[in-house]
């Protein structure tokens, strides 16, 4: 059975650093084929995606955010990391991560983690 | 203005059949075979209902089916039901620099 969960704090302060963690069970991100994705979703509005890293450590990310965007992984421990660095207001949103198959399929997800920015 | 043009909602009764369309507005998306679909009911995640243009995952009922022709998918329920009543996602892989793209939503309500 596959899972995932994101955790992360739920209030930042505009110009700070977002990190969230995914933590997965079910499946090895060392898995040729498999990959792990987050996406976004501000309240109301529809989904985001962020950025993919892939088994071999192939990292995608989204052009307009990508200068902000890091993701990682941790086989080991069954985790992804994602930071976003200076988080603005309209950051604000539910984080998810997903499990995806190549190319870009997304089978599996996470609750989500509502992220708020504010001062 | 999103790669993935979807109407913005759709109604209809129960036990009609419906379908939502999904439009690539750029060649990124290639021959368009990557196509998904999601579901997401009010504070839910997306749930996958078609991948690969007309594939179900295991589970999802087969009253969802998947087409497409040309830059055009579909996604048609048939039997509609109260349940069905979610927005739903289409999304594909693109060859561009941003390998997924998210249509923006079609809103569903079963009258």
């Known amino acids: 059975q596959i899972t995932l969960k994101e955790s992360g704090p739920t209030l930042v302060k505009p110009t700070q650093t977002l990190t969230l963690t995914c933590t997965f069970s079910?499946?090895?991100?060392?898995?040729?084929?498999?990959?792990v994705g987050w996406i976004r979703q501000p309240p109301g509005k529809a989904l985001e995606w962020l950025a993919l890293?892939?088994?071999?450590?192939?990292?995608r990310y989204s052009p307009s955010l990508k200068s902000r965007l890091t993701i990682t992984k941790d086989t080991s421990k069954n985790q992804v990391v994602l930071t976003m660095t200076n988080m603005d207001p309209v950051d604000t949103a539910t984080y998810f991560c997903?499990?995806?198959?190549?190319?870009?399929?997304?089978?599996?997800w996470g609750q989500g983690t509502l992220v708020t920015v504010s001062s | 203005q999103s790669a993935l043009t979807q109407p913005a909602s759709v109604s209809g009764s129960p036990g009609q059949s419906i379908t939502f369309s999904c439009t690539a507005t750029?060649?990124?998306?290639?021959?368009?075979?990557?196509v998904s679909w999601y579901q997401q009911h009010p504070g839910e995640a997306p749930k996958l209902m078609i991948y690969?243009?007309?594939n179900r995952p295991s589970g999802v009922s087969n009253r969802f089916s998947g087409s497409k022709s040309g830059y055009t998918a579909s996604l048609t329920i048939s039997g509609l039901q109260a349940e069905d009543e979610a927005v739903y996602y289409c999304?594909?892989?693109?060859?561009?620099?941003?390998?997924?793209?998210f249509g923006g939503g079609t809103k569903l309500t079963v009258l």
């Open positions: 690969e243009v007309s």
């Open positions: 750029t060649s990124a998306v290639g021959v368009f075979s990557y």
């Open positions: 890293i892939y088994w071999d450590d192939d990292k």
């Open positions: 997903a499990h995806m198959m190549v190319p870009t399929i997304a089978g599996y």
């Open positions: 079910g499946f090895s991100l060392s898995t040729s084929g498999v990959g």
């Open positions: 999304s594909s892989y693109t060859n561009s620099g941003t390998p997924v793209v």
